[in-house]
Nanobody
Framework: EVQLVESGGGLVQAGGSLRLSCAAS????????IGWFRQAPGKEREGVSC????????YYADSVKGRFTISSDNAKNTVYLQMNSLKPEDTAVYYC?????????????????????WGQGTQVTVSS
């Protein structure tokens, strides 16, 4: 059974940092892409950052480029999202997700509609 568990969310002041973790189990990690998504109240779920663990390719939304860094530790089946210089507009529930169909074809996708397995989410709140 595929399972994803997020952790590391919390309350931080603008300009601060958080590191989110996504622990995966139940599948061969190297065969999947892992993505971080977020959803703020009244907003659509959007892709934040994605990674293909085996190939090392990454995606970042324009709104987080230069501030967020995604990384993976394949031995631990864990993906991290280091978030620096946080802004109030980063406030959202952050989810990690996994997909294989596109990853196995060498394509890294960032749409939440294309990801199959989801964690429960972790709240990130950035105060002004």
């Amino acid at each position: 059974e595929v399972q994803l568990v997020e952790s590391g969310g919390g309350l931080v002041q603008a300009g601060g940092s958080l590191r989110l973790s996504c622990a995966a189990s139940g599948f061969t990690f190297d065969d999947y892409a892992i993505g971080w998504f977020r959803q703020a109240p009244g907003k659509e779920r959007e892709g934040v950052s994605c990674i293909s663990s085996s190939e090392g390719s990454t995606y970042y939304a324009d709104s987080v480029k230069g501030r967020f860094t995604i990384s993976s530790d394949n031995a631990k089946n864990t993906v991290y999202l280091q978030m620096n210089s946080l802004k109030p507009e980063d406030t959202a529930v952050y989810y990690c997700a996994a997909e294989r169909s596109f990853a196995t074809r060498g394509v890294l996708v960032s749409s939440p509609y294309l990801y199959d397995y989801w964690g429960q989410g972790t709240q990130v709140t950035v105060s002004s």
